[in-house]
């Protein structure tokens, strides 16, 4: 079993306030004999008469030595994750969640927002002692 990332529980109660309800903790996918296993599963119900909208969150601290090799891990990962999500739930959107902090001294930089764009990155923003949730960037 995968050990939880450090703000995993901060995400979870931010998506909570935002009116989501926690599906899956984790999201587990068994593909050809391999385990994936997402961070959350939600989803939120828009209205009696709207089909619910469903996301799978993918959460990086960026706590590491290096923020460029924690952002190759994360890319990476998400990269996998959606093409899995792709296969088995093709409905639900992956968005890769980062702190406030790391999204404005790291993911902001010119060159990693070619890459954001490239990859067509999706990304939820959160406040980790606030427990909310920023922005979204699709």
Do not use: C
């Amino acid at each position: 079993m995968s050990a939880k990332d450090f703000f995993h529980n901060a995400v979870k109660l931010a998506l909570e306030k935002d009116g989501w309800l926690i599906t899956d903790d984790p999201l587990i996918f068994l593909v050809d004999t391999i385990e994936f296993r997402l961070d959350l599963g939600a989803e939120r119900v828009l209205g009696a008469e709207k089909e619910g909208e469903k996301i799978a969150v993918e959460i990086k601290s960026f706590l590491g030595k290096s923020a460029i090799s924690e952002f190759h891990t994360a890319l990476g990962q998400t990269l996998n994750y959606r093409s899995i999500l792709r296969k088995e739930e093709p409905d639900r959107i992956l968005y890769l969640a980062i702190s406030y902090e790391i999204y404005t001294a790291f993911f902001l930089i010119p060159v990693i927002q070619e890459i954001i764009a490239e990859h067509k990155l999706k990304l939820l923003i959160f406040e980790s002692s606030k427990q909310e949730i920023i922005l979204w960037k699709e």
